[in-house]
Structure formats: C-alpha cells, structure tokens
C-alpha cells in the first residue's frame, strides 16, 4: 500500500511561482506512474500532468504547457509540480496520485495523497 504525502501549497500572486512535492511511502513506488490533478471549487478533479517511471515521458493538460513542469527523483520517492506564472484559475486543491500507465483519467490511477490548496490572488 503506497502512501502519498503532498506539500508545497500556498497562497501566491497572479505571476508568482510554487513548487509543490509528493513523497512516497509505506510501498514500493518502483514503475508507478505519478499524475497531478487539480479540483477547482465547485468543480471535477481534473488531469494536470504526469510522468512515466524512468522520467523519460511527461504529459500535461493544454493549460499548464509552458507554465508548469513534472519531475521526479525516484531515489527519494518525491515527485514535484513546479508552477510558474500562476493564474486565479489555478487556485484548488491538488492531488497527487499513483498509477500503473500515463492516464488522463483520474479513475486510473490506484493511489491519492490528501492534496495541497493553492490560492492564486488576482
């Protein structure tokens, strides 16, 4: 059983930047698969980026492109969402997750961390 931990929210100006983290724990996060997601209020989860195992392969939703990245450091079982030129629109909570392949849809994924809220200020 795999546990997901996230951290790095916060409260942040439109243009400003954030680095949020997951750490792995309690299983073997060995071949998972890691996805954000974000869940604006009032609104479905939503798929925001991911990142196959070996790092090699990302994929993020049209919105974040050129603005947010994905990475991991399998060594410390962490997996990061830095965001830059953040807007209002980005506020929520964000969840991290682990999957067995690179899906968009939230439902494939086996494992959730309790999620982070980021508030962008206009």
């Known amino acids: 059983q795999v546990q997901l931990v996230e951290s790095g929210g916060g409260l942040v100006q439109a243009g400003g930047s954030l680095t949020l983290s997951c750490a792995a724990s309690g299983g073997s996060f060995v071949g998972y698969t890691m996805g954000w997601f974000h869940q604006a209020p009032g609104k479905e989860r939503e798929f925001v980026a991911a990142?196959?195992?070996?790092?090699?392969?990302?994929y993020y939703t049209d919105s974040v492109k050129g603005r947010f990245t994905i990475s991991r450091d399998n060594a410390k079982s962490t997996v990061y969402l830095q965001m830059n030129s953040l807007k209002p629109e980005d506020t929520g909570v964000y969840y991290c997750?682990?999957?067995?392949?690179?899906?968009?849809?939230?439902?494939?994924?086996?494992?959730w961390g309790q999620g982070t809220q980021v508030t962008v200020s206009s």
């Open positions: 990142i196959t195992w070996s790092g090699v392969n990302t």
């Open positions: 997750a682990a999957g067995a392949r690179l899906r968009l849809n939230k439902d494939e994924y086996d494992y």
